[in-house]
RNA sequence: GCGCCCAUAGCUCAGUUGGAUAGAGCGCCGGACUUCGAAUCCGUAGGUCGCAGGUUCGAAUCCUGCUGGGCGCGCCA
C-alpha cells in the first residue's frame, strides 16, 4: 500500500518537474496526532536543499500533482513547514477486518524471505550443569526471532549447539568422579576449577546407582571418558527437559564432539590438515601452536587454532561448525549468545570472511546478562560455584507465559533485572496478562454473540459502521500489524511485538469499555463483532510468535 | 589501559529508515460494575532524554569528547 503511493508521489513529482534526475527516497510515518492525516512524508524538505526552493512551495507543487486512488486515498494537505500528510479513507481502513478474517493465521505473515534458508542457534549451553535464567533469555530471544523470520517468509531451522568435547567437560567429569568417590567414603582433592553445584552430586549418585562400585580404584584417565559421556547425556537430558517445559523446540541437536570426530581422531596432524583445507593461506605456526591470521580481517591479534599441546581450541570448532552451517545451505545465520561473549565475534566474523563468506550473511544477536533479584538483592550467579538461579525455578515461580514475555519486552540491548518476587507477587498485574486478558475477553463476548443469536465469522459484516475515532484508531493499528511484523523480524528485534500488543490491547480495553459491541442494533453489532473478532486474531497471532499462549478463559 | 553495551518521568521500560507537542505500565491521588469478563477503564500529577560540543531545515536518535554503570580483553568456553 505504501509502496502504490510512494510510487505515485514519484510519478507526481516527475510530472510537476520538480525533481532532480533521480527520484528521492520517499519516506513514510505515521502521524501521532489525528490532524496530521494518516500518513505523512516529510519529502520535501529532502527535495528543498538541491531545488534551492522552500519545502512548503515544493509541498504544494507535489500536492497539486499527486492523482492518487480516491478509493484510498481522502485528501491530501501540506502541513507544518513542509509535511505532505495523506488522509485516507475509512473504507481503506474498514476492509482490513474482513481482510484479517479471511487470512486468519496467515495474517502477518509476508513473503520477503521467501526462498531463503535461515538458521538461528541459540541457547547452545555447555552441557555442565542446567540452565539459568539467562539461557532462559537467550531461548525466549532466538526461539521469537525464528519465529518472526519464519513468518516473513524464511525457511528457518533452529538449532542447538551442543559444546560436549573439551576442557569443561572434562572438568565436569573430574567433578562428578570426585564427588562419587566421596560418597564411597575416600578422601579425594576435589579440581580446583571444578564444578561446585549440588547437580553435580546428583550425577555422583546417579553414577552410583548405575555402575555400582566400579570406579572407587580405576585411574583416572579410564573412568573419564564414561563418565563424561554419562554426566553429559544426563544434563542434556535435563537441558532438553527444561526447555521443553518452557516450550522451546529445536530442529537439530549439534554435537561438537561429533563435528571434530568427522576427521578421525583428534590429534594435532589430522587437525592441522582439516583447518589448512579449510582456512587456507590465513594457517601458519608459530610457537608451538598453530593459528589463524583472524588480524587480517579486522580482529585485534591472531588466534589459536590449536595449542602446543595439540588440543584444538573452542575457535577452531566454531571455524568447523560455521562452515558447516554454510554447507547446510544456508543464506543466513543467526548466532545468539550472551553479552558476556562478545569479545569473541570479530574472530568468528574474521574466519567466516577468511572462508570466504560476506559479513552480512552471518549475525551475531547479542543478548545482555540477567540479574536475578530475590527481595530486592541480587543473586550471584556463578556456574562453578554451582550458585545460580535455574530456568526451571523462574518457569515454576512465574508461568511459563509471564517469563516468555518479561524477556522480550526489552530490547536485547539491555540487561534485564529479574526480580522474582516481583514478578510473582504483580503477576496479576504483568503486561503479558494485559494481553492475554484482552483475548479472553473477546473471546468471552463472542461466546455471548453466540447465545444472542450473532453466530460468526462474520465475513460478510457492515464494516462502513465503523467509524467512531476508536474503531479507526482500531483498525490503523491492524492494518500496521503486517508491517510491524516484517520490520522486526528483518532488525532481529523481537521486543517491538511485545510493545505492539501492549498498545493494541490498550485499545481494545478502551474501546471496550466506552461501547457496546452486542447490543439490539443487528447491522453494528455484526461490524462490532467482526472487528472484535479481527482484533483477537492479531492478538493470538503475535503471541504466537512470542510463544505466548493466547487463552480463550482465564 | 583497550574494546563492546547501556544511561529517557519516583521505579521498570518503549520511542520504527533522523521528523511536527518525547509515550506506556507500575506507584500516588480522585472517579466508573442492575447491561457483552472491573485481571478493565476514565481523570490529575510527574521530563535540562547522563553532561558538553558538532553535523542538519530538524537530533532522545548520527559524530566527537567526558561522567557513571555492566561485560569482555587466555594456547578457557
Request: hydrophobic share 40%.
Amino acid at each position: 500500500m505504501t509502496e502504490d503511493l510512494r510510487q505515485s508521489l514519484r510519478q507526481a513529482a516527475e510530472a510537476g518537474e520538480v525533481l532532480p534526475v533521480e527520484g528521492p527516497e520517499v519516506s513514510w510515518e505515521y502521524p501521532s496526532e489525528p490532524d496530521f492525516g494518516d500518513l505523512a512524508t516529510p519529502v520535501a524538505f529532502a527535495l528543498a536543499r538541491s531545488l534551492r526552493r522552500k519545502p512548503r512551495d515544493i509541498a504544494e507543487l507535489l500536492q497539486r500533482c499527486l492523482d492518487l486512488d480516491p478509493r484510498v486515498v481522502d485528501r491530501v494537505e501540506v502541513g507544518g513547514a513542509g509535511y505532505l500528510n495523506l488522509f485516507l479513507t475509512k473504507g481503506f481502513w474498514q476492509q482490513v477486518v474482513p481482510e484479517i478474517l479471511r487470512a486468519g493465521q496467515r495474517y502477518g505473515r509476508s513473503q520477503v524471505g521467501v526462498g531463503k534458508r535461515a538458521q538461528v542457534e541459540f541457547v547452545s549451553a555447555n552441557p555442565t550443569g542446567p540452565l539459568h535464567v539467562g539461557h532462559g533469555r537467550g531461548a525466549a530471544v532466538g526461539d521469537a526471532l525464528a519465529s518472526l523470520l519464519a513468518a516473513v517468509g524464511f525457511d528457518v531451522e533452529r538449532e542447538f549447539y551442543i559444546n560436549d568435547a573439551g576442557t569443561q567437560i572434562e572438568m565436569l567429569a573430574r567433578s562428578v568422579l570426585a564427588r562419587y568417590r566421596q560418597s564411597w567414603g575416600r578422601e579425594v582433592v576435589f579440581p580446583e576449577e571444578g564444578y561446585h553445584g549440588e547437580y553435580v552430586t546428583d550425577l555422583a549418585a546417579r553414577l552410583r546407582e548405575r555402575y555400582g562400585e566400579k570406579f572407587v580404584d580405576l585411574p583416572e584417565q579410564e573412568c573419564l571418558p564414561v563418565i563424561s559421556e554419562f554426566s553429559t547425556h544426563l544434563m542434556l537430558e535435563e537441558i532438553k527437559g527444561d526447555l521443553d517445559r518452557f516450550g522451546i523446540r529445536f530442529d537439530s541437536w549439534f554435537s561438537e564432539k561429533a563435528l571434530l570426530s568427522r576427521w578421525g581422531p583428534t590429534d594435532r596432524t589430522r587437525l592441522l590438515e582439516a583447518a589448512r583445507n579449510l582456512l587456507g593461506r590465513y594457517v601458519y605456526e608459530a610457537e608451538g601452536a598453530v593459528w589463524l591470521g583472524t588480524s587480517a580481517f579486522g580482529d585485534d591479534k591472531d588466534r589459536v587454532l590449536i595449542r602446543a599441546n595439540g588440543e584444538p581450541t573452542y575457535f577452531l570448532s566454531d571455524c568447523f561448525y560455521h562452515r558447516d552451517k554454510f554447507e547446510r545451505g544456508f543464506d543466513r545465520l543467526i548466532d545468539v549468545w550472551g553479552a558476556d561473549h562478545h569479545g569473541y565475534i570479530p574472530r568468528v566474523e574474521a574466519a567466516l570472511q577468511a572462508l570466504g563468506h560476506p559479513a552480512e550473511s552471518f549475525h551475531v544477536l547479542l543478548v545482555q546478562m540477567v540479574t536475578v533479584l530475590r527481595g530486592g538483592a541480587s543473586v550471584p550467579m556463578s556456574k562453578r560455584s554451582g550458585e545460580f538461579v535455574t530456568l526451571a525455578e523462574v518457569v515454576q515461580e512465574v508461568g511459563r507465559d509471564a517469563a516468555r514475555f518479561t524477556f522480550l519486552t526489552r530490547r536485547s540491548d539491555s540487561p534485564l533485572d529479574f526480580d522474582l518476587e516481583v514478578a510473582t507477587a504483580q503477576s496479576l498485574e504483568n503486561p503479558v496478562y494485559y494481553v492475554q486478558y484482552g483475548h479472553a475477553r473477546i473471546s468471552s463476548v463472542l461466546r455471548e454473540a453466540e447465545k444472542a443469536g450473532y453466530p460468526g465469522p462474520y465475513l460478510d459484516a457492515p464494516v462502513e459502521l465503523l467509524d467512531v475515532g476508536e474503531e479507526l484508531g482500531l483498525l490503523k493499528q491492524l492494518a500496521l500489524y503486517p508491517e510491524v511484523v516484517e520490520a522486526t523480524a528483518l532488525a532481529y528485534e523481537p521486543h517491538r511485538i511485545p510493545v505492539y500488543l501492549q498498545n493494541l490491547a490498550g485499545e481494545l480495553h478502551s474501546y471496550y469499555n466506552k461501547y457496546r459491541i452486542i447490543s439490539a442494533d443487528r447491522p453494528l453489532s455484526q461490524a462490532r463483532l467482526a472487528l472484535v473478532s479481527a482484533i483477537r486474531m492479531v492478538l493470538a497471532n503475535a503471541l504466537g510468535l512470542l510463544g505466548v499462549a493466547a487463552p480463550e478463559r482465564m
